[in-house]
């Protein structure tokens, strides 16, 4: 869940209003984020760094607010404040309107073939006459990042650039180079480097060191020039220093390049959407044309606006409530869908703006819905299904027969489903190679190498922790074990196996082969060969020589034991 | 019979008036009668379990005594005597008076006490003297008047040196001043422990005298296996859920495909939960080798395209990612396969299903964290549910569960819309902590599996180990699961009632 951190202050301000931490908690809880810390600049450094490191930091209060993480039109102070002021009813939703520049006047972005291999997508568009001040700027700069960190998939699907449009000339052309052939002085840097040279350069920043994976070992690296030759980015790492923005920027040409089509065009409409608010002409953004490699046009952004109907009585019906249509329509426009009742009442008629990419079904209207209406006055009913109670039979097996293994004097252990390869072949003698066990593709540790094959390595594991104790040591594990299985349609299965380890200074071989008699005596199994159980002598590479006998019930082996 | 150890403590005792003025201290009580003090005091107990025959009360007394250092001193001179005593006059190079006896410890002390003189610039090296006639050894004389037993006259700021020397120690003695009791005997009779057949055969117990129990003291402890906490908390969840009618699904594989654990329940590939940071992949046996085919192609189609109402992601949904094995994420993968299996059906009946089991997460570990644990899982599927309907069903389970006070606050789950987290009131922690997760599946979910369009399906999850952690007040939950726990909490773990 991504979490966006406002100033409190300048929350109010755009509030209108202000509020105590509770209230403004209480009206978080309702709209479905959560008010996670409120803290400051200075208790933040003091936290991660040391009380000392703080000194000076700003202890302006912040508010830090867990957004869900398809709400993308929540991600900065701008849209919080949109959506909270709609569903208090305080401002209506504003139409969010694209200008097409006359013939010939607007922006163009040409995309080349050669950037089909690496980064095929590319959408833009203009915020015509901003004003930024100090915060709008850091707002504009922090919802990128948060758009970057969460559906752009650390730029994986998107990547974002935004560029003073009055230092580049259009028409602009993203296009594919190789790496060596691109030079330009990188955002932020004092001298020009080619596009390899710059991967060395942040190979060790602690920022841009996560994106170089996306197009290093490409052939080609995206690269979108002005008309003069002037590298604007090549993404998704880096812009070029001479279109950067600043205060003082009039004028801003946002690009979205990425793999994902959907989610370019939900990131441009985001961005400009949130910021359009400051623009001279508010919520109005100018049109690109962008010309494909096959010669078709676009114009970006989207900007759509989609028209749903949704009958009132099925909201009522998926929610247990009873409003009229009229009320419903009311609810859905305060959460930023504009509604109204159409043919007689009988339907809604909904409006997904553009900032409202999440809604893909009409239960998520519903659900928008039930959060205006408030989960909480919903009425709590209990269902009429009526059905009979069964218990897994494996299941009711386990549950009896650990009750029974307690009363014989034997303790519960509860030990991990996964561990190292180690302690389920080379410590007990086995080769990994000879256990069909299921092998973790990306272990952080050695501790999750191999699902278990074998209960035992957890019952001596734990015993190895707990030598402190009182002996004799009666331990019993009844779980899953986990082996390779091609008939299966995942390929691996589960076996549920029942373990036993008596651990004293004597060995006590009648103790633990008592406790097999008594749970074959629980399992109505008689020892005897024909239609019982016996065990017989063999070898086994965990045990003692000569004191290991594996169990046979009905003439099938079962599993060794000492 | 040669009198007990009590009865000469008591024969001793009669000779002392009765009252506060008469008594007997036990240390001088054990040195008059030749017995080790512990054995006294052992005598002095069982008397006192008899009733009021004597009176005893705890005394400490230091006392200062010499330690073995303390005590070769007190033989041999303190070391700076012993180095000043064997310099010859003529004196001797640093390196070879440092070999005489005392010179290790005592050479410092000597040099501080201006007794000795190191010339630095003696031919042939540092060379020490002696730098006055004679010395007195004022520690020597010191633990002298300690072992005299006069250690109270000895200045404070000398007592302590010859301490922190580590020449004299500092005992505490435990004694008891004993007198007479109200019910003084100097025939003590011998009190029976426990009652035998053979007292009640011949009938002898009704005179015999018996020693009270001490019920203050605990009982022995029973010879007894113990339930793992945890899984005393899956019991009674287990019994709750069979009491609301609930029929248990099968989750006996811990392996899944990336398809049943993330595509069916339309959750998409770019989603972040599918990530190598937070999910464990496998290596072997790295995929599936078989999926579903037709009911696949629906999934696909939902994902990329759309359908059945819905706008559906817009991206390239590839069969490789849904082939992908890994250990599943959430017992919601195993809900996907039993709803499956419930459209699979001829005809559609209504059910309420659960299950308990480990799911697995690539997560950093820390003290709330685990690579895996136990998620417990309600679904019910029926025509006609409703928002409400789940929210009252939270209601009982949680009720059952002794969580009374509840809310919730909307949320967003990829399979799930409305989706509500579940937040319950902590009285400890006075505040709202959440305590579950729940919603109604999305149509994109159920109705590629061929569910009927009118029905819907209610659901919400929650972790084993977090009501077990504060039902059993534990902050840490590797202290709770794994092989580091200490069995200690096991033994004493009580019972698992959670509606109390």
Redesign the interface.
């Known amino acids: 869940m991504p979490t966006v951190s406002v100033r409190r202050e300048l929350l109010f301000q755009a509030l209108g209003r202000s509020y105590t931490d509770e209230e403004f908690d209480e009206l978080c809880f309702e709209f479905g984020l959560e008010l996670d810390d409120v803290t400051s600049e200075k208790d933040i450094i003091s936290k991660e760094k040391g009380e000392g490191k703080a000194e000076g930091a700003s202890d302006t209060v912040l508010y830090k607010i867990d957004v869900p993480a398809n709400r993308y039109d929540l991600l900065c102070l701008e849209g919080l404040v949109r959506g909270l002021q709609v569903f208090k009813e305080r401002i209506n939703l504003p139409r969010y309107e694209k200008i097409i520049p006359a013939k010939g006047e607007g922006q163009k972005l040409i995309i080349t073939e050669e950037t089909a291999k690496v980064r095929p997508h590319a959408v833009a568009a203009v915020l015509r006459n901003i004003t930024f001040t100090k915060e709008r700027y850091d707002s504009f700069i922090d919802l990128q990042e948060k758009l970057h960190q969460n559906i752009c998939r650390r730029r994986a699907l998107v990547a974002i650039g935004t560029h003073d449009l009055d230092t580049i000339a259009g028409p602009f052309t993203f296009t594919a180079k190789a790496p060596s052939e691109i030079k330009f002085k990188p955002l932020n840097q004092s001298q020009e480097y080619t596009a390899p040279q710059m991967m060395d350069l942040y190979r060790t920043d602690s920022h841009l060191r996560h994106y170089l994976h996306l197009i290093e070992n490409k052939p080609l690296y995206p690269v979108i020039y002005d008309s003069n030759g002037v590298v604007l980015s090549m993404p998704p790492i880096i812009n070029g220093d001479h279109s950067k923005i600043n205060l003082n920027t009039r004028n801003v040409f946002v690009e979205c390049t990425g793999t994902d089509m959907t989610k370019a065009k939900i990131v441009l409409d985001t961005i400009v959407t949130m910021f359009s608010e400051y623009c001279e002409k508010p919520f109005t953004v100018e049109a690109v044309e962008v010309i494909l490699p096959n010669g078709k046009t676009h114009i970006y952004p989207e900007l759509a606006y989609r028209k749903e109907k949704v009958k009132p009585e099925h909201i009522n019906k998926k929610l247990g409530i009873s409003e009229t249509p009229s009320s419903l329509a009311k609810l859905l426009t305060r959460m930023c869908l504009k509604s109204h009742v159409i043919g007689n009442g009988n339907n809604i008629e909904i409006e997904i703006p553009p900032t409202r990419a999440d809604i893909i079904h009409a239960c998520d209207i519903v659900e928008d819905a039930a959060i205006a209406y408030g989960y909480n006055n919903i009425q709590m009913t209990i269902p009429k299904t009526y059905t009979i109670a069964n218990q897994l039979p494996l299941n009711k097996l386990t549950e009896l027969l650990r009750l029974d293994l307690a009363a014989a004097g034997f303790t519960e252990a509860l030990t991990f489903a996964l561990c190292s390869q180690e302690d389920i072949a080379d410590k007990l003698g086995t080769d990994i190679s000879s256990t069909k066990a299921v092998h973790i593709a990306n272990p952080k540790t050695a501790e999750f190498q191999v699902a278990r094959t074998t209960l035992l390595p957890g019952l001596l594991k734990t015993i190895a922790a707990n030598r402190k104790m009182p002996l004799p040591l009666k331990l019993f594990e009844i779980s899953d074990i986990v082996v390779k299985d091609p008939s299966k349609d995942v390929g691996a299965r589960n076996y549920r196996h029942l373990c036993a380890v008596y651990y004293n200074k004597s060995p006590g071989f009648e103790i633990i082969h008592g406790l097999l008699d008594r749970v074959m005596q629980l399992l109505e199994v008689p020892p005897s060969e024909e239609n019982g159980y016996v065990i017989k002598a063999t070898e086994g590479s965990a045990f003692f020589p000569g004191r290991c006998a594996e169990i046979f019930a009905k003439e099938i082996n079962i599993e060794p034991f000492l | 019979m040669s009198p007990s150890v009590a009865e000469l403590l008591l024969q001793r005792l009669e000779r002392e008036p009765p009252g506060p003025g008469g008594g007997l201290c036990s240390l001088e009580a054990a040195a008059a009668l030749g017995l080790d003090h512990q054995t006294l005091v052992g005598a002095v107990k069982s008397l006192q379990a008899l009733g009021e025959v004597i009176e005893a009360e705890a005394r400490a007394a230091t006392r200062w005594e010499l330690s073995e250092e303390g005590a070769e001193v007190l033989r041999a001179g303190s070391p700076e005597v012993r180095l000043f005593r064997s310099l010859p006059p003529e004196g001797l190079p640093h390196s070879d008076a440092m070999k005489l006896p005392g010179a290790q410890v005592g050479f410092s002390k000597a040099m501080a006490n201006k007794w000795l003189r190191l010339d630095k610039a003696a031919p042939g090296g540092p060379r020490v003297f002696r730098a006055v006639e004679a010395v007195q050894d004022a520690v020597q004389d010191g633990l002298r008047r300690v072992q005299e037993g006069d250690a109270a006259a000895l200045p404070e700021r000398e007592r302590n040196e010859l301490k922190r020397r580590k020449l004299l120690l500092e005992v505490t003695l435990k004694s008891y001043w004993i007198r007479k009791g109200r019910a003084f005997s100097t025939a003590v009779a011998r009190q029976e422990t426990d009652l035998t057949p053979e007292m009640i055969a011949t009938g002898s117990w009704r005179q015999l005298p018996f020693k009270p129990y001490n019920f203050s003291a605990l009982g022995l402890p029973p ?6 906490p ?2 005393k908390v899956r ?1 009674q969840l ?1 019994q709750i ?2 009491e ?7 989750t ?6 990336s398809f049943w654990n993330f595509d069916a329940l339309f959750q998409p590939q ?1 989603h ?1 939960a599918r990530d ?1 940071h937070d999910t ?12 579903p085919a037709s009911y696949m192609a629906k999934v696909k189609k939902v994902h990329s395209q ?1 359908g ?8 390239e949904w590839k069969v490789e990612e849904a082939r992908k ?1 890994l ?1 599943r994420t959430h017992t919601t993968s195993a809900s996907a396969r039993a709803l499956y299996h419930l459209a699979c059906q001829e005809k559609f009946t ?3 299903y659960f299950s308990i089991d ?1 799911v ?1 997460r ?1 997560e ?1 570990l820390d003290a709330t964290h ?3 644990f136990h998620q417990v899982e309600g679904v ?1 599927a ?1 025509r ?6 789940l ?3 939270l ?2 389970f949680f009720t059952k569960l002794g969580i009374t006070k509840l ?6 789950n990829p399979y799930t ?4 987290e579940v937040f319950s009131y902590h009285e400890g922690l006075k505040k709202w902590v959440e305590v579950g997760n729940s919603g ?1 599946f ?3 979910l159920l109705l590629p599996m061929g569910l009927p369009e009118n029905v ?1 399906v ?1 659901a919400w999850g929650l972790s084993l180990e977090r009501p077990t952690m504060i039902k059993y007040g534990i902050n840490n939950i590797r202290e709770l ?8 909490m ?2 004493d773990s009580p019972l698992c009632r959670l509606d109390t």
Do not use: W
């Not at chain 2, 006609?384 to 309907?389: F, N, V």
């Open positions: 010879s007894c296996g113990h339930l793992h945890l899984l019991s287990r859920f069979l609301m009618g609930f029929t248990e699904m099968p006996d594989n811990f392996v899944e495909s770019q972040p190598q464990f992949f496998l290596q072997d046996p790295a995929e599936a080798p078989e999926l759309g059945y109402g819905s706008q559906g992601y817009k991206y094995n250990l209504p059910v309420k480990r697995f690539n950093s685990l690579a895996e019910v029926d006609g549910l409703t928002l409400g309907h929210m009252g069903t209601r009982e809310r919730f606050k909307p949320a967003y819309e409305p989706s509500m109604v999305r149509p994109e819907s209610i699961v794994g092989h580091r726990v200490n069995l200690q096991v033994y």
